[in-house]
């Protein structure tokens, strides 16, 4: 006899909480059947898998490598799951990571959108740095996640949305003053020293470092800030110059009124952002819905800084 699904679920949670009696508490049982369970599961591993204590058990060596394999498989059960409910399309229950340099500004403007579409839709935002988005996506955690492309990961379907240019920020007077004497300097012209970042992780920093052909090593005042809105605060006090995604101009703009930015010459440095999945995962609707909502919420952020910017 094969071991069942709800023997997996229990013996998770009793290597979870280390107590059979508040194991079963939590899955509404009670103790003797939880232990009945568990001493079938091991009958039919024909290994032991916890060491019984007086008031608590512990993991054998077995019980390590059975919790390892019974974790990926929980997950990705609940990936199944998750896949039957949006086979009908964005519906349900939906987990989305973006990456921070996004998140406050692309999803208070895709809510709306969202909401419209269907009211029914429970979404679960995981804001994180790209790396930790895609490991999420790897184990079944999430279900899609927005960031920066290409991301050089394997197994992975990548759907760009739209390209957000980077702009140049400082302080008011002195991007005004570059703007009247038609000095907006090229990236790679931006002096190390007057160039702040975020923190290291983030890939907007990265992506700032490439478009001026450095490295971090080479800027002299890196204040390593862990937000764009901590950065934008630098900046319009006289801290240096960073770079600004379009899509942040409005809110961060509206925040901080001693902030000037300007365009750069073309070509414009910029960033691909894109909507990543598993490529085994199948999409059958809601992917491509939850696509073109996020591209619509994009696109009105970028035309609302173009309006801004370019009047």
């Given at each position: 006899?094969?071991?069942?699904?709800?023997?997996?679920?229990?013996?998770?949670?009793?290597?979870?909480?280390?107590?059979?009696?508040?194991?079963?508490?939590?899955?509404?049982?009670?103790?003797?059947?939880?232990?009945?369970?568990?001493?079938?599961?091991?009958?039919?591993?024909?290994?032991?898998?916890?060491?019984?204590?007086?008031?608590?058990?512990?993991?054998?060596?077995?019980?390590?490598?059975?919790?390892?394999?019974?974790?990926?498989?929980?997950?990705?059960?609940?990936?199944?799951?998750?896949?039957?409910?949006?086979?009908?399309?964005?519906?349900?229950?939906?987990?989305?990571g973006?990456?921070?340099?996004?998140?406050?500004?692309?999803?208070?403007?895709?809510?709306?959108?969202?909401?419209?579409q269907?009211?029914?839709?429970?979404?679960?935002?995981?804001?994180?740095?790209?790396?930790?988005l895609?490991?999420?996506?790897?184990?079944?955690?999430?279900?899609?996640?927005?960031?920066?492309?290409p991301?050089g990961?394997?197994?992975?379907?990548?759907?760009?949305?739209?390209?957000?240019?980077?702009?140049?920020?400082?302080?008011?007077?002195?991007?005004?003053?570059?703007?009247?004497?038609?000095?907006?300097?090229?990236?790679?012209?931006?002096?190390?020293?007057?160039?702040?970042l975020?923190?290291?992780?983030?890939?907007?920093?990265?992506?700032?470092?490439?478009?001026?052909?450095?490295?971090?090593?080479?800027?002299?005042?890196?204040?390593?800030?862990?937000?764009?809105?901590?950065?934008?605060?630098?900046?319009?006090?006289?801290?240096?110059?960073?770079?600004?995604?379009?899509?942040?101009?409005?809110?961060?703009?509206g925040?901080?009124?001693?902030?000037?930015?300007?365009?750069?010459?073309?070509?414009?440095?910029?960033?691909?952002?894109?909507?990543?999945?598993?490529?085994?995962?199948?999409?059958?609707?809601?992917?491509?819905?939850?696509?073109?909502?996020?591209?619509?919420?994009?696109?009105?952020?970028?035309?609302?800084?173009?309006?801004?910017?370019?009047?």
């Amino acid at each position: 006899m094969s071991v069942t699904l709800r023997q997996i679920r229990y013996f998770l949670a009793v290597a979870q909480t280390g107590q059979i009696g508040r194991a079963a508490e939590m899955l509404h049982i009670s103790q003797p059947a939880l232990s009945v369970q568990i001493k079938e599961l091991e009958e039919r591993l024909g290994v032991t898998v916890f060491e019984r204590q007086p008031r608590k058990v512990i993991l054998t060596p077995a019980g390590h490598d059975m919790r390892h394999h019974a974790e990926r498989v929980m997950a990705e059960m609940t990936a199944l799951e998750q896949s039957a409910s949006l086979a009908r399309g964005l519906t349900g229950r939906f987990s989305l990571g973006v990456i921070p340099t996004i998140a406050p500004y692309l999803i208070p403007q895709a809510l709306p959108l969202l909401r419209a579409q269907n009211l029914g839709l429970e979404l679960r935002v995981r804001e994180a740095q790209t790396q930790t988005l895609l490991s999420d996506l790897e184990q079944g955690q999430l279900d899609a996640a927005v960031m920066a492309l290409p991301t050089g990961a394997e197994n992975m379907q990548e759907t760009p949305l739209f390209r957000d240019r980077f702009l140049l920020a400082g302080h008011a007077q002195h991007i005004q003053h570059l703007v009247d004497t038609n000095a907006i300097p090229d990236p790679v012209q931006i002096a190390p020293h007057q160039l702040l970042l975020l923190d290291e992780g983030h890939c907007l920093a990265d992506q700032a470092l490439a478009a001026c052909s450095l490295n971090r090593s080479a800027t002299k005042v890196d204040l390593g800030a862990s937000s764009l809105s901590t950065l934008c605060g630098l900046v319009a006090g006289g801290f240096g110059v960073t770079f600004l995604p379009e899509i942040a101009l409005v809110r961060e703009m509206g925040s901080t009124p001693d902030m000037g930015v300007a365009r750069f010459e073309a070509p414009q440095p910029e960033r691909q952002i894109g909507l990543v999945r598993r490529a085994t995962s199948k999409g059958q609707g809601w992917f491509q819905d939850l696509s073109q909502i996020l591209q619509q919420a994009g696109q009105e952020l970028i035309d609302q800084a173009k309006a801004d910017i370019d009047t």
